[in-house]
């Protein structure tokens, strides 16, 4: 297939590669550039603009920070890309992916919503999930590439469009409460004069157990640099979670309220366990 690829992020990047390595002719495009050299070595093309990047295109994939990003490239992928069908993989909330489906349709192109869930690494793997959202015959095609970045057990066609993106938002407040969570955890163990080392061990076998696996090392150095989910992600779905409910969801949007009080911090390039480290209070040394 001739694919075009935009947004060589954390995440873009390594599912770039998976195409390329599947014998794909891949083009790929970045905002900002220097973004591409892996890809070209592997035998992408690197485009300047949008517009040449998706120059007869079969399948355009948009890895973007957000809606908002998004937005300001669909209208050139609109205008250069008459017929393709645009794969969304960005997490962008049910209320976009309509409003994207709707503009992609109004011209002749296809849209589905394919947001993944797993971080840096199983990207990196390809062992990705992948919820798709969409018309049957448009979801066959996306799914063939989906499974280049996915596990092909985890790559599920969850309905129409923005069922995927609904489900997505879903399984990031899980993300988000975890991260809040276990931050006043700690600041209420803290409060209790408990060894910090040994609350983390004990809320490490209870339901926190997941999160606090992934990032103990970072709670315990207080360093959230090495980032794979930044805090400025988080919130923007923290934030689209909260907007796209009808009920208001009180408890995500205490947890929207810390990511911002992080962001705020100066730490939006952290990973989002930094609003672990922040409400924790624990760093204080480091800023946090
Ligand atoms: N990181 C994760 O673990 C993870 C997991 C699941 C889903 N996601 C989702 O996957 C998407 C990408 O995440 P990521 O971690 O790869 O983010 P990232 O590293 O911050 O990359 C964001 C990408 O969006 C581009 N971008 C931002 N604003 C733009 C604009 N106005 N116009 C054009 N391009 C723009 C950036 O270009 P520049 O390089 O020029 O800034 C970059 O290519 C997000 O929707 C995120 O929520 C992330």
Same mark, same amino acid.
């Given at each position: ?6 947004? $060589? ?13 599947? *014998?794909?002719?891949?083009? /790929? &495009?970045?905002?900002?550039? !220097?973004?591409?050299?892996? #890809?070209?070595?592997? !035998?992408?093309?690197?485009?300047? %603009? ?13 890895? $973007?920070?957000?809606? =908002? ?6 209208? =050139? ?13 960005? %997490?962008? *909330? ?14 002749? $192109? ?17 062992? #990705? ?9 448009? /979801?066959? /095609? ?6 280049? &970045? ?16 609904? $489900? ?13 969570? /276990? ?13 910090? +080392? ?5 809320? *490490?076998?209870?339901?926190?157990? &997941? ?15 090495? %980032?794979?989910?930044?805090? +400025? ?56």
């Amino acid at each position: 297939m001739k694919v075009a690829f935009l947004g $060589l992020g954390r995440m873009g990047a390594p599912m770039a590669a998976h195409v390329v390595r599947a *014998g794909h002719d891949v083009t /790929v &495009w970045n905002r900002t550039s !220097g973004k591409a050299g892996n #890809l070209v070595e592997l !035998g992408a093309t690197e485009a300047r %603009t949008v517009a040449s990047a998706v120059a007869g295109a079969e399948v355009v994939v948009l890895m $973007l920070f957000g809606p =908002d990003a998004v937005r300001a490239v669909l209208s =050139d992928v609109l205008d250069h890309a008459p017929g393709a069908l645009v794969l969304d993989a960005s %997490t962008v *909330g049910p209320d976009a992916a309509h409003e994207f489906a709707k503009a992609c349709h109004a011209r002749g $192109l296809r849209y589905v919503d394919a947001p993944v869930a797993g971080t840096v690494k199983p990207a990196t793997d390809g062992t #990705l999930g992948v919820f798709l959202g969409g018309a049957p015959e448009d /979801v066959a /095609v996306a799914q063939e590439l989906a499974e280049l &970045w996915g596990d092909p057990a985890r790559v599920r066609h969850v309905g129409g469009v923005g069922s995927a993106s609904a $489900l997505k938002l879903c399984v990031n407040q899980s993300l988000g409460v975890m991260a809040a969570g /276990v931050g006043e955890a700690l600041r209420l163990g803290h409060d209790l004069g408990l060894d910090r +080392d040994l609350l983390l061990g004990v809320l *490490g076998q209870t339901a926190y157990g &997941w999160y606090v696996g992934q990032k103990l090392p970072m709670i315990q150095a207080d360093d959230y640099s090495d %980032t794979t989910f930044s805090v +400025d992600l988080m919130a923007k779905d923290l934030d689209l979670a909260v907007t796209s409910a009808d009920s208001d969801l009180e408890v995500t949007r205490a947890c929207l309220d810390q990511a911002k009080r992080t962001l705020a911090a100066g730490h939006a390039g952290e990973d989002y366990a930094a609003i672990t480290g922040h409400l924790a209070g624990e760093g204080e040394a480091n800023g946090y």
